[in-house]
């Protein structure tokens, strides 16, 4: 019988292990991460037994905690203000067009799929989530450089926080859909606002308490203990107005990820020590999110998907509708705001990643469906999530290449050094170039290369940074 902290153990050498293999196949970590947990979970080895899972499970909202509340943090005004209204412009239209495109889509087919309306209602939010990991590795692999990436980097920056707004608004209206609560004005539209505004004043209120801190707390230590503080009493805070509602009929409750994410988006408006403070938290998170994500590939049931040829169109029209949304979203925002062309082709492909934010928008999800007598609702939205994951993990960073490649703002030499080579050989034939030159156009993609080679573990720590904390810090 394996305990709890063997099995935690066991989580933290597996999942150690994962990033090694990751590294050589080239693949995300949080890729790895799910297959461990896929592999030992309560439905392939047991290693991670039932009775396991349930005693470790809080380490996911914790984890849940600080996703939201590291998005908060990149949720600067300042940047805001330096990255335009184009790119806040573009943001919005992709993130919404994926919502829209995978809501109608979804219930459009649902006679045929079974799939409820509430179900696509809270996919359609999640699919708003984009993982910057891939992106940002790619994107500092190949030195990238050109307007098409310049748009990028904002819009993913700020498209989670405006995923997690919209994830409150859809998951509360799911979840009175689906316990059958009446369809009035007042469940559909006062709760879930009143909901999202209480959950920001929260959040906000635990962000200016953790602002005094620096004032009084000097040493790294007692401001990593400040930051931790302020998740817990998050989290806490959120436990409490369940209970609240459960126990005392109170109106309404708080979103975790939302109230986490406005506490660190004050926090870091207010405070100039704020990146300081996160250097610590960042040292400090990654076995907890390494956790969580083993825990999320360990609800995989695979044995679901044999005899339910259903549920593999359900997760292929999630696939599909998400990608559309993202790029004639992106597109059309594009289009309003007089982007460069480069930019309306090709920026939409590039937003398809999709990884930690996502899975923790639908642990959340199934968290709160669980509570209220739906799991397997919540489970099916936790399978059709990380199986979508793990595609978008596995072609997200091969499609951003690509079009990143024909805006052409990655050199061709470190692009394709064969073509390249190929191409010098040619031009010297013919006599374009003179051998000299050729041969110092040769040396410098060489030097280049080897650059990007020697930066290699840098840019992995980056991707499992951006990984575990749900934001593909992104």
Avoid at 187 to 209: D, H, K, Q, R, T
Avoid at 246 to 265: E, H, I, K, R, W
Wanted: charged fraction near 15%; hydrophobic fraction near 55%.
């Amino acid at each position: 019988m394996i305990n709890v902290v063997l099995a935690i153990a066991i989580m933290l050498l597996l999942g150690l292990l994962s990033t090694r293999l990751m590294k050589l196949v080239g693949l995300p970590n949080v890729t790895g991460y799910l297959i461990v947990g896929l592999i030992i979970g309560p439905y392939a080895l047991k290693i991670i037994t039932e009775d396991v899972y349930n005693q470790i499970e809080i380490l996911s909202s914790i984890a849940l905690g600080f996703i939201g509340f590291s998005i908060g943090v990149e949720f600067k005004l300042s940047h805001v203000k330096e990255i335009g209204a184009k790119a806040v412009t573009i943001t919005f239209f992709q993130a919404l067009s994926a919502t829209l495109f995978v809501d109608v889509i979804l219930v459009a087919t649902a006679f045929f799929t079974g799939m409820q309306t509430y179900e696509a209602i809270v996919l359609g939010a999640i699919a708003t989530a984009t993982a910057p990991a891939a992106t940002l590795m790619v994107v500092r692999q190949y030195h990238a450089k050109g307007i098409v990436t310049d748009t990028l980097l904002p819009v993913v920056a700020l498209d989670d926080a405006i995923g997690l707004i919209v994830f409150a608004v859809s998951n509360s209206i799911a979840l009175s859909l689906a316990s059958g609560s009446a369809v009035t004005f007042w469940n559909l539209a006062v709760v879930p606002v009143v909901e999202i505004l209480m959950s920001l004043v929260v959040g906000a209120l635990v962000g200016l308490l953790l602002a005094i801190v620096p004032r009084f707390f000097k040493s790294r230590d007692n401001r990593l203990i400040a930051t931790v503080f302020a998740v817990f009493a998050c989290l806490g805070l959120c436990t409490l107005f369940e209970y609240l509602e459960q126990n005392y009929n109170f109106p309404f409750t708080l979103s975790d990820l939302l109230v986490c994410m406005m506490a660190g988006a004050v926090f870091v408006n207010v405070r100039k020590e704020a990146a300081q403070m996160m250097e610590g938290t960042d040292h400090w998170t990654p076995p907890i999110l390494m956790l969580f994500f083993i825990l999320s590939g360990a609800e995989l049931n695979v044995a679901t998907f044999f005899g339910n040829p259903k549920l593999l169109i359900c997760i292929l029209l999630y696939l599909v509708a998400r990608c559309l949304g993202k790029y004639l979203g992106a597109r059309l925002g594009a289009t309003i705001t007089k982007a460069d062309p480069m930019v309306r082709k090709y920026l939409g492909i590039t937003l398809f990643p999709q990884a930690g934010v996502a899975i923790g928008m639908a642990t959340m999800c199934k968290q709160e469906f669980t509570k209220a007598g739906l799991e397997s609702v919540g489970s099916g939205i936790v399978t059709i999530t990380m199986c979508a994951v793990m595609v978008y993990e596995l072609l997200g960073p091969v499609l951003t290449k690509w079009a990143l490649g024909r805006a052409r703002e990655i050199d061709p030499k470190l692009l394709s050094p064969r073509k390249f080579n190929a191409a010098k050989a040619t031009a010297v034939a013919d006599g374009a170039v003179s051998v000299e030159n050729a041969n110092n156009a040769d040396n410098n993609a060489n030097g280049e290369v080897a650059t990007t080679a020697e930066n290699g573990a840098s840019e992995q720590t980056l991707e499992s940074n951006d990984n575990t904390s749900g934001g593909e810090n992104k």
